[in-house]
Each structure stands twice: as structure tokens, then as C-alpha cells.
């Protein structure tokens, strides 16, 4: 308060209406207007695969505490000599470091996602890395098993109890707003114009300044730093390094705006917190507009790629094969496209193009060479799990035995044996990809198909992973069930050494934690059909959202190192 907002000893106790005031009542009200209307939309898409990711009920928390600051402050040129003495005090002890706090949370988030996805970046690394064994017991492995928003949430909760904390202690301990009790000597006296204007500077103010200066001046740097090698498509880079960027000048600024005397004819316009409004409404602009921007940006590939489809089928239709499979040239395309080189026809028609985006050649690329699109999905789009989790159920339907399949009615043993390997296998996928509870990144389908997925694989998972994805197993005896938990022993049976074996290597098939294996009753809905919806709608959402960003990435790279090859060519010749 105070000089905060331009009050003097002079200053008469009314509402200032004035050109300048009037400006920024009008402009708080219509830039709250655009900032809700671009909240309520990102809520309304907040399914969209690149709001998914983001986790964005965090992000716009901390928008609301940063912009109820802002909004205080383009009121407090028109109301600061009405506001009681400490007013802006707690707002900017309160609002602005919580805000500040929450933010840099959910910024955070783009490092943990990007960390996380890197498993996804080969076909080798599709199962779930589970937590480290030794771990396992006490309060910290609790707080490890949390979901990555609830761990950042305590750490960032317990910064800004201490913030909250250190604002109560000054406000007690300084008697510049009440002056019968704190320590002596902190009043400010006078006519209570120049005691407001004292009572917006001193070093009460230093604990949330100094909140704001470590995570504008050591956080976000080192965010920027440890993203500095990733490059994604979802324009979340972007958004890191200008809401890291946009902070940088907000606390010097601040306090040469209320320090420096020089700065006097500018804070008669501009106050001195409307430094670090300046870098809310960067701030604001980057969290809110650009994911605005980017979700309608997705929804454009989507119909341009739905399309280019449309308009090869028609082709094809019409042609005298009537097959949408692909012919060889479209198939030499992809293979140049993957392998980095240009076709050797050196130009490519509309047709062959199109050909590009179809389904057809989505399967071609995820049955013979998977691993460039699954590289690109993880490290670039942060959409690894599709991927990892379409090549994981080509793979279970692949090694599916035809014992299972060809056999009716009454099943032997050795064929319940079969199908209880392959339904646990089934059951790490959708503990890996599916479910909810268990899944890092739980694949995006739909309700219907996941209550489906559930009623099957839902009971035997919570049996088998208990509450959280982590087995409970003596290392000493790690192919022992835990007591009580029969169901994961398999059935008493004679077996020789070799059978013997064999039940081992089941057991430790899959994930590398996944000591049990389950061997409880298996519901009668489960074959090798389970996967089939769930697997159309992902191959219907990669080549709706990441093989067009595949395919238009690898093109520029291919057409950038053709562009340089020539320069180079041109060089040489000039030299010779």
C-alpha cells in the first residue's frame, strides 16, 4: 500500500477518477474478460491430447491467485487512498507468491513429462519402471508412490505455509499498522496519508519479494536449462521458456520503481507493482492463449488429415483396383521418409501423397519399422504410450498361442496354463497403458470402452498390484505369493524340471517388477478380441494428431538437409 500505489502525504481520501484510472479500470475488465473466456474454453477441451498432457487444473489455480494480484493492482491507482494500510500487504503476501509458487509447479511438469516419455523412445522399453525396491517402506516411499501433481503440490504447499507464515510474522511484529504492540521503533507516524505511503515500503515487504525473486532468478533458469534439448510439438517448450522469461524483470523493476526517485513521473502512470503485472499478463498469454492457440492448430491437422483421406479414398475408389492398400511407390515414399533420403523419383504426386496419410500407411509403418514413429511420439509429441501401446498388443496378439485359439469346449490343463500366461500379459497392458490407477499415461479412449476394459481387467489388477502399481514381494523369495494372496500361486501340478522351468520364465515374463503372475478365475468376456476397440480408437487418434506431425517433420528435416546439400554443391562449384 502507500507508494505502492502512488499515495502521498498530499493525497486526498476519495476515489480517483481520472483518464489514467478510468484506463485501467476499463482495460482490467476487458483483458478478465479474455482471460475467462480463455480458461473456460481450455476447460471445455481439456481432453484434447495436447491439454491432457499438461495437467492443466494447475496451471489456471495459479492464473487465478496471480490475476485476483493483477486485478488489485489496476484498481489500486483509482482506490489506493480509499484501501485500509495493509491491504495491499496481504494481497501481495498472499496472492502473488502463492501464485508464483503454483505456477512454477505446473511448469515443472513439462521436465517430468519429457523424463518420463523417454522410455517410451524404443520398442524395448514398453513396460512401466517401477519404483526402486529400497524405497519400499517408510514415509518416503509413501510419498514417492504419490502421483507426480500431488508430490509437487506438497513441496510447493509447504514453500507457501512458510510464505504465509513469514507475512503474519512481519505484519505482528512491525507497528506500522497497528501501533500498540510490535517492535518498538517500526511505527510511522504523521497524517495518515504519509502513514499509508510508509506503510508501502520497508522490510516487511522483503519476504514476499524475495519469494518471487528465487523463483523468477534460480527456478525458472534452471527449467530452462534442463529443457534446453527438448523440442516438442505441442508448443509447450514455448510456453516454459516465455513464462521463465517473462518473470525475469518483474521484482528489480519493482523496487527501482519504488526506490529510485527518478521513477516519480512514471509511477504517476505506471505503478510500481504494475512491473510484475507486466510479466502476469506475459504470463497469462503464454499459459492460457498460446494451448488455446496450439488445441485449435490440432483440431486443423485434424481435418486437413481427415481430408487428404477422404480425397485418396475417392481416388481409389474410382481406380480400376478399387484396393486401398499401398502400392509400391507410396510404400518407397515412407521408406525414404523413415530412412531420412528422398525418393529416387525426385518429385512425388498429389496421389502418392496422400497415400502418405492413410491408414494403410500408419499400419505399414507400425508393422515393418515402428521405431522411428515411436521415437517421435515420445520425445516429440509426449505421446510415446500410443505407440508403445499399439506395439504391445501386436505383439501379445502375435505370440497368442493357436492351442488357445483352436481349442473349444472343455480345455485341458496345459491350455488353462496357456491362457493364464496370456491373460496376465494382457493385464500389464492395461496396468501399463489403460488403467487409470495404475497407468503413468493412461491411453485416451473412450468412457464405454474403458468401463469395458475395466469390468474385465479391474478386480484381477487391484488383487494382483494392490493400490498402487507395486508388487509386495520378499526379494529373497521373489516367486513366492505373499500369504494370504493364493490366487497368485499357480495350481498344484506335477511337472518335471523342464515344466518346472518353464512356470518360471512365465512368471518373470513382461515388466522386469512383475514377480507375480495371476492365477485367479479369469472372466469368461476375455480373449484375443479384448484389445480390438480400444486398439482402433488409439490408431484412429495417431493418425489424427501424430503421424501428420510425423510425417510433416521428417519432410522438413529431408527437405532442409536437401537445401543444404545443395548450397554446398553450389559452394564447391563457385570454388572450383
Not at 513441496?155 to 512491525?174: A, E, K, P, Y
Not at 486443423?300 to 475408389?317: C, M, P, S, V, Y
Not at 496357456?418 to 501399463?432: K, M, P, Q, S, T
Amino acid at each position: 500500500m502507500g507508494s505502492e500505489l502512488s499515495v502521498k502525504p498530499d493525497s486526498k481520501p476519495g476515489i480517483i477518477l481520472d483518464g489514467v484510472s478510468i484506463w485501467w479500470a476499463c482495460w482490467a475488465c476487458i483483458w478478465t474478460a479474455a482471460v475467462v473466456a480463455g480458461m473456460t474454453f481450455l476447460i471445455i477441451r481439456r481432453n484434447s491430447p495436447t491439454l491432457r498432457i499438461r495437467g492443466i487444473y494447475l496451471s489456471l489455480s495459479s492464473i487465478v491467485l496471480l490475476h485476483l494480484y493483477w486485478i488489485a493492482v489496476q484498481f489500486g491507482y483509482m482506490l489506493g487512498p480509499l484501501m485500509p494500510g495493509d491491504a495491499q500487504y496481504w494481497i501481495m503476501g498472499t496472492y502473488l507468491p502463492c501464485g508464483i509458487a503454483l505456477f512454477h509447479a505446473s511448469n515443472s511438469r513439462f521436465l517430468h513429462v519429457a523424463k518420463l516419455q523417454k522410455k517410451y523412445a524404443h520398442r524395448d522399453s514398453n513396460a512401466i519402471d517401477h519404483q526402486n525396491s529400497k524405497y519400499r517402506n517408510g514415509w518416503i516411499a509413501r510419498f514417492r508412490r504419490l502421483d507426480y501433481d500431488i508430490r509437487i503440490l506438497i513441496i510447493v504447499g509447504i514453500g507457501m505455509v512458510f510464505q504465509i507464515f513469514l507475512t503474519c510474522l512481519m505484519w505482528i511484529i512491525s507497528r506500522k499498522w497497528h501501533s500498540s504492540w510490535g517492535i518498538p521503533g517500526t511505527g510511522v507516524h504523521g497524517p495518515i496519508m504519509a502513514q499509508k505511503m510508509e506503510q508501502g515500503r520497508g522490510w516487511e515487504w522483503w519476504p514476499g519479494v524475495a519469494w518471487q525473486f528465487i523463483w523468477a532468478w534460480f527456478v525458472a533458469p534452471y527449467i530452462l536449462w534442463k529443457s534446453r534439448n527438448i523440442h516438442d510439438t505441442q508448443g509447450w517448450r514455448v510456453q516454459t521458456i516465455g513464462c521463465a522469461l517473462s518473470n525475469l524483470h518483474a521484482t528489480p523493476m519493482w523496487l527501482i520503481g519504488l526506490y529510485v526517485p527518478g521513477m516519480a513521473p512514471v509511477n504517476e502512470y505506471f505503478l510500481p507493482p504494475q512491473w510484475i503485472c507486466l510479466s502476469i499478463i506475459f504470463m497469462e498469454i503464454f499459459t492460457v492463449f498460446l494451448p488455446c492457440w496450439e488445441v485449435m492448430r490440432t483440431q486443423n491437422l485434424r481435418k486437413e488429415t481427415l481430408d487428404t483421406i477422404a480425397q485418396w479414398e475417392n481416388k481409389t475408389k474410382a481406380s480400376d483396383s478399387g484396393s486401398k492398400s499401398l502400392n509400391s511407390s507410396s510404400s518407397t515414399i515412407i521408406n525414404s521418409i523413415l530412412s531420412g533420403w528422398k525418393s529416387s523419383k525426385g518429385s512425388v504426386n498429389s496421389s502418392e501423397s496422400d497415400s502418405v496419410l492413410s491408414m494403410s500407411a500408419l499400419e505399414y509403418v507400425l508393422q515393418r519399422n515402428p521405431g522411428p514413429l515411436q521415437e517421435f511420439s515420445a520425445l516429440r509429441d509426449f505421446s510415446g504410450e500410443n505407440i508403445a501401446f499399439l506395439n504391445s498388443v501386436k505383439e501379445w496378439k502375435n505370440t497368442f498361442p493357436m492351442a488357445v485359439l483352436n481349442s473349444e469346449g472343455q480345455k485341458g490343463d496345459d491350455v488353462k496354463e496357456l491362457i493364464h500366461e496370456r491373460f496376465g500379459r494382457a493385464l500389464r497392458i492395461y496396468a501399463d497403458f489403460i488403467s487409470p490407477r495404475y497407468a503413468e499415461f493412461p491411453i485416451n479412449i473412450s468412457s464405454q470402452d474403458l468401463k469395458k476394459l475395466d469390468s474385465i481387467f479391474e478386480t484381477p489388477a487391484r488383487n494382483l498390484y494392490g493400490n498402487k502399481r507395486e508388487s509386495d514381494v520378499d526379494p529373497a523369495t521373489p516367486f513366492e505369493a505373499p500369504p494370504g494372496l493364493d490366487f497368485l500361486r499357480p495350481p498344484p501340478s506335477p511337472m518335471s524340471c523342464n515344466d518346472s522351468q518353464k512356470a518360471i520364465n512365465i512368471t518373470v515374463s513382461g515388466s522386469s517388477s512383475d514377480h507375480a503372475q495371476y492365477w485367479g478365475e479369469i472372466p469368461d468376456a476375455f480373449d484375443e478380441k479384448v484389445f480390438d476397440d480400444a486398439e482402433k480408437s488409439i490408431k484412429y487418434l495417431v493418425l489424427t494428431n501424430t503421424w501428420p506431425k510425423f510425417i510433416k517433420d521428417h519432410r522438413v528435416s529431408i527437405d532442409s538437409a536437401a537445401t543444404l546439400e545443395a548450397g554446398n554443391r553450389v559452394q564447391l562449384a563457385r570454388e572450383e
